[in-house]
């Protein structure tokens, strides 16, 4: 086992992703690509995380069927230590299905991952030793508010959180206080802070507010203005510099995975708009990439890209 390691707790899916080529109709058959990869935003971030050289163990469930077996095998293939994980029997596994237009957006999306509920205060209390010995622990709201409480009472490292969406931000109405370092969207902040983020001046504002409800660090992805990074009433933001964008799916985890490293090979010495730089060098790599974890995404092309756009 790692002397030094980051616990990551959430999903574990199975992505079957299309691609529409250069049109996109609506409501129509569509010619493009259909892909079936490991995905989930727990998996994610972890897949991330050992690309950037982070030791991580994938604290989730995964079903029994072949859909649960390509994820063992991808996740092994991929380095992310499943040793804390368990297989659920006579279950299937979590699935995301996505469309993506030819512009690399969201189109549309059905995610099954009833077998998550698995994931359950006493599962996380077998664990919970193995948790407390990390670096880090990073939970991704996908697991249930009862399980994030739970976690949220229980670990003593410093936990780090991906909200996921506006539907599950809610699970952490309670625990905020809790909470080292969030990065949650505009909308996700909204309703965390009541703030409408729309602009610098109003994303400072939730900013500002998080903090003064116990987070210390909080990163609040603005899409295309970039990333607004806050601690100790410190504020900095950092435009995005992507030239090509392929698909933003994993663009997110991959700059949640970014602020862990940042700050489990750095501790806290880099300055905010140091972070905020390679976040936005790590976004760019796997904006250009179709996959939701870019193959391209290493420690060196992220300094790299970070200091030919600084």
Known sequence: MEREYVVVIGGLNVDIAG???DIYREKDSNIG???ISVGGVGQNISQNLTKLEVPTYLISVYG?????K???YECEKNNINLDYSECVKHSRNSIYLYVNDNNGDLVTAINDMDIIKEITPEFLGKRIDFINDAKLVVIDCNISKESV?????NVTAPIFVDPVSVAKVGRLDNVLSKIDTLKPNEHESQILTGVKVVDEESARKAAKVLNEKG??????SLGTQGILCSRNGETAIVRPFAKKIV??????DCTMATIIWARFSYGGALPLKEIGLLTQAAACITLESSSAVSPNLSVRNVV??????S
């Open 33 to 35: 690509e259909v892909s």
């Open 19 to 21: 691609l529409s080529s």
């Open 215 to 220: 987070v210390k660090n909080v990163f609040i």
């Open 70 to 72: 390509i994820a063992k």
């Open 64 to 68: 029994d069927d072949n859909f649960g």
């Open 304 to 309: 790299i890209r970070a200091q030919e756009n």
């Open 149 to 153: 409480e739970w976690l949220a009472e």
């Open 247 to 252: 698909s933003t799916n994993g663009a997110g």
